[in-house]
């Protein structure tokens, strides 16, 4: 094993928030063109790598960033914040509640609904009044030195189109419906497709196997998705 190896979650973690990072910066000085694909690019990729901070808070929930338990929780502390000042401590303790009791009644994630009702009762899950008030101050200061179209659509909408992103292939489309009753996760999991998982939610619409592997980072749940397939584990419903 390479010496590097132990610490490639948090690499990988720095890889993320730099990414992001940069990309905010310089998308928050440009001039805003409507008319130019990479504006629409630039949202998108923003989206995806704000999606990128909460996947790695997630991960710290589970301890997979950094064996170091101090480590390992000031990153999940750090992208969670940078995700629109959610607060690690609240997501920690909703989210095992999620593991123990997927899908029932006492999974904060779950709703028996279709699409939106379902999303709205996600978010009520996690959005606090503490979240909206930082946000409004952050937004009052940067305006006086910032475009407020820029921070519009390069800061704040990526934000929001990256709670329906973590939410549709996260949680609805891996939770909703029936599941057979072998299916002890009550998760399915999409069809394989490496690239396109990891387009869509960094690799966890390889649901089911993340939920029966939760210790295993989301940059590794393609190799377990391999196995379980080749395993005959119910990845359907």
């Not at 690499?11 to 008319?35: H, M």
């Not at 009791?101 to 978010?123: C, E, I, Q, R």
């Not at 899950?125 to 030195?145: D, G």
Request: positive net charge; contains cysteine; charged residues 10%.
């Amino acid at each position: 094993m390479s010496k590097s190896k132990p610490h490639l979650g948090v690499i990988i973690a720095l890889a993320i928030i730099a990414l992001w990072f940069t990309s905010l910066v310089f998308g928050l000085q440009w001039t805003i063109d409507y008319q130019s694909p990479i504006l629409y690019i630039s949202i998108l990729v923003q989206t995806h790598l704000y999606t990128g901070l909460f996947i790695t808070a997630h991960d710290a929930m589970h301890g997979t960033v950094s064996k170091n338990k101090a480590v390992n929780k000031a990153f999940g502390q750090v992208t969670a914040l940078l995700f629109s000042y959610n607060f690690y401590h609240r997501l920690f303790p909703k989210h095992h509640e999620h593991h123990k009791f997927v899908a029932t009644d006492k999974d904060p994630d779950y709703h028996n609904g279709s699409f939106f009702p379902w999303y709205f009762s996600f978010l009520k899950q996690y959005i606090t009044w503490q979240q909206i008030v930082l946000m409004a101050i952050t937004f009052n200061l940067l305006k006086l030195f910032l475009p407020v179209e820029n921070l519009i659509l390069i800061w704040m909408l990526p934000g929001v189109l990256a709670t329906f992103q973590l939410f549709y292939f996260g949680t609805y489309l891996p939770h909703r419906g029936h599941h057979n009753a072998e299916n002890i996760h009550k998760s399915r999991s999409q069809k394989l497709n490496h690239l396109w998982a990891f387009l869509t939610c960094y690799f966890f619409g390889y649901h089911y196997e993340h939920h029966a592997s939760p210790g295993t980072p989301w940059w590794q749940l393609y190799k377990t998705k391999e196995q379980f397939d080749q395993s005959g584990y119910p990845t359907k419903s």
